[in-house]
């Protein structure tokens, strides 16, 4: 219960005076051990290829990906989540290629791994980058077939453990794969494979600069994958698909979009009490980066949005921006 005190005793200004007494009394910090830098690595290319939707956001080749890890640990950014681009002719309606062990993102997580063992590889799971009709499953009858797709899922989840990964992040949204994954990386010996769940992942519409970063958008078309992702206008759905997650075998669970879904990151966090992530996804990045560009909004705009996450509860955050934050960060 709060004291009824009344002005002058109570002053709140007095505890804003200044920036040392600001920081002295914050509630929460923002450190580089909270960000992860999702980074897309592109088959075939050397250097980089900028992302028009994305600004400031590249694909990186199979060279160039490695220089950027060795920046982002100067940066003290130790995490990395990663996401391929692989060539068009290389898709087809079973995502095949997600199963070969020497594909990209196997090669680059191996490669990534020996290079620099002390980073922290998230590797994500789902066929939307390998398949070419653009659905994170196998599409029967018009109808993305869940447990058909489980089995592909399963086998990915393996492919990239073996490759090195440190985590798995299934984001897929297939009922009842965390549980398929889970045991398929116990029995293979993989015990200490982290398990990082999609467990509330929207069907949003702040995805669109995503889907052009993986070429996955000509794929999809004005196919929509509400039939697996959750409706944005529900809460307590939530709830339950990470309780789901949880009871499967979930090491860490994760809310993606962020800002919109500020109010499920603190549901999840509050009734769970586990390791919340959240994914400030492409569309929030790009909208704040574009109108910091454009000199609409102050560039201490992304640093805010990062501090909502944090009051909201995540543990950690995607950020297409932890790079450039690390350096505000440090520099504070």
């Known amino acids: 219960m709060y004291f009824k005190r009344k002005f002058p005793n109570s002053r709140l200004r007095r505890i804003r005076l200044n920036s040392n007494i600001r920081n002295l009394i914050s509630e929460f910090e923002l450190s580089t051990n909270d960000l992860i830098q999702p980074l897309f690595i592109k088959e075939g290319l050397s250097g980089t290829e900028p992302i028009e939707s994305m600004p400031g956001i590249c694909r990186h080749g199979e060279d160039s990906i490695l220089s950027e890890i060795e920046a982002l640990l100067e940066h003290d950014i130790n995490t990395v989540a990663l996401f391929p681009v692989i060539e068009q002719s290389k898709k087809n309606s079973k995502g095949d290629e997600a199963l070969n062990s020497s594909n990209l993102m196997c090669q680059t997580v191996s490669e990534i791994k020996k290079r620099f063992p002390e980073i922290i590889l998230i590797s994500d799971v789902a066929l939307d980058p390998y398949t070419d009709h653009g659905h994170d499953g196998l599409l029967i009858n018009n109808y993305v077939d869940n447990d058909e797709t489980l089995n592909i899922l399963k086998q990915q989840s ?41 467990a509330a ?132």
């Open 158 to 198: 393996l492919t990239l453990a073996q490759a090195g990964s440190d985590i798995i992040a299934p984001s897929d949204m297939m009922d009842g794969r965390i549980g398929f994954i889970r045991k398929a990386l116990d029995e293979m010996d993989y015990k200490n494979t982290i398990l990082l769940s999609y």
């Open 201 to 332: 992942k929207y069907n949003s519409k702040f995805y669109g600069p995503f889907r052009d970063a993986v070429n996955s958008a000509s794929s999809l078309g004005k196919s929509s994958k509400a039939t697996y992702q959750m409706s944005p206008k529900n809460k307590n759905e939530a709830i339950h698909e990470v309780a789901m997650d949880i009871n499967e075998g979930a090491d860490i669970v994760m809310v993606k979009p962020g800002m919109p879904y500020l109010d499920i990151i603190s549901n999840i966090k509050d009734t769970f009490k586990i390791p919340t992530f959240a994914y400030q996804v492409s569309g929030e990045y790009s909208m704040l980066k574009l109108a910091i560009d454009k000199g609409w909004l102050d560039s201490d705009v992304m640093l805010e949005s990062l501090y909502s996450f944090k009051r909201a509860g995540a543990d950690a955050i995607l950020t297409y921006a932890a790079k450039e934050i690390s350096k505000e960060i440090t520099n504070k």
